[in-house]
């Protein structure tokens, strides 16, 4: 890349997004090390730990919608700098369930951090509006840089939060949290994107998207997004607990455990788009479905910190996979004018996927066990390679040849 395409790339915009992607994952993987404990401390029955985490996840899901809708009517700029401050809000509430010892108002705070998750979401398509068509791709890659800075900083507000406050529990956690977000609508607010994030305004065709009319490889490709959440999701929301809670590994050991597999979601992406595009997403689905295989194996193998590390750390990596070769098997092999009714419909499964894990993590954990646990997630990971046995040779339609 020449000077010039460097310069373009690394745009004033793309910069702001990135800081702000830090900032924004860093409260996801904060809230993912902490709510489960949390929750164990404050809910009324054990098998109630994971709602918190569950609260967030649902409010990601039933808002993804609407922040999209928001920002089409209102721009980018606007639902940006809403969703900062809606996480200040989430950061606030999370204070008084602390400082009061209530479930209620903790679990309110990590739901509405969801739905201000469920505006940042669209950092990467902004991301891709502020490049020449042809840079798209790296700048989305570069936008992933700030999910590994998250990585780092939300598990370390929570290890480091006793220092932050002092017999505050994870109280200093939360108060970094909301400066960070303050920065976050500061620097937000500075975007200067062009269009105001508005769609292009094409009236699309009619398309049949009635069950009978959906192409069997988008059925893949959800398929592979709600397996790849839903079992990342309840697999990684019992991890805290059982490490910390039930088998006694220090806090600063299950913080570095959940460090390491949100980098391991991430860092994949800086390779997996050139893996599609020399294998083809469906070879990258199936190293997905072999990773899992080797999580569940890690994760059985025992429960000292390196078992947790190794295996979170195959599930994050397995989560990139299926998420990633999912994403673009669904733009592959659905019509140009259903994508984006079909890219609604699948955010909606594969965050309610997650919401619906999430919680039932918490009562498996508590009554059945860690071993149970891992061993629930095989029936879905079978489904899901039975599925793509069926399809794995399956032709991609040819739109432009039917529409000729």
């Known amino acids: 890349m020449d000077r010039e395409s460097r310069r373009e790339l690394l745009n004033r915009d793309l910069l702001l997004l990135l ?3 830090v900032i924004f994952v860093s409260a996801g993987a904060m809230t993912v090390t902490m709510a489960g404990i949390v929750g164990s401390r ?14 967030m996840v649902l409010g990601t899901a039933l808002a993804a919608f609407p922040a999209a809708q928001f920002m089409r009517h209102l721009g980018r700029r606007a639902g940006f700098v809403s969703a900062a401050l809606m996480a200040l809000l989430s950061c606030a509430l999370g204070y008084w369930g602390l400082t009061l010892g209530s479930f209620s108002l903790y679990c309110a705070g990590t739901g509405t951090l969801g739905i201000s998750v469920a505006f940042s979401q669209q950092f990467r398509f ?3 509006e502020t490049v020449t ?5 790296s700048a989305v ?7 590994v800075g998250g990585a780092i900083v939300g598990p370390e507000l929570v290890a480091r939060s006793e220092q932050i406050i002092p017999e505050g529990g994870f109280v200093g956690a939360l108060l970094g949290a909301a400066v960070l977000f303050v920065l976050a609508a500061l620097l937000l607010s500075q975007l200067s994107l062009r269009g105001g994030g508005r769609t292009a305004e094409v009236t699309p065709k009619p398309v049949d998207v009635s069950l009978r009319g959906i192409p069997p490889l988008v ?39 959940v460090r390491a597999h949100v980098l391991a979601m991430y860092l994949p992406s800086l390779v997996s788009g050139w893996l599609i595009a020399r294998f083809g997403a469906r070879s990258l689905l199936a190293g997905g479905i072999v990773i899992f295989a080797a999580t569940m194996a890690a994760a059985l193998a025992g429960q000292t910190v390196w078992h947790y590390g190794l295996a979170m750390v195959l599930l994050g990596a397995g989560w990139n996979f299926l998420f990633v070769g999912g994403t673009t098997l669904l733009v592959q092999s659905a019509h140009p004018d259903a994508q984006l009714q079909l890219q609604g419909y699948n955010d909606t499964a594969v965050f309610g996927s997650a919401a619906v894990a ?3 993590a918490g009562a498996v954990l508590e009554y059945l066990g860690w071993e149970m646990v891992v061993i629930s997630t095989l029936l879905p990971v079978l489904l899901l390679a039975a599925l793509w046995l069926r399809l794995r040779s399956a032709p991609l339609p040819n739109y432009e ?4």
């Open 42 to 55: 404050l809910a009324p029955d054990a098998g109630l730990a994971t709602l918190p985490v569950s609260f």
């Open 126 to 128: 902004a991301a891709t």
């Open 133 to 137: 068509p042809g840079q798209a791709g």
């Open 358 to 360: 999430s919680f039932a």
């Open 141 to 147: 890659s570069l936008l992933l840089l700030g999910s």
């Open 401 to 404: 040849a039917s529409n000729a």
């Open 219 to 257: 059925w893949l490709a959800v398929a592979a997004g709600v397996v790849g959440q839903g079992v990342m999701t309840f697999v990684m929301t019992a991890t805290p607990v059982s490490m910390h809670v039930m088998d006694g590994h220090s806090l600063g050991d299950t913080a570095g455990v």
């Open 19 to 21: 800081c702000s992607q």
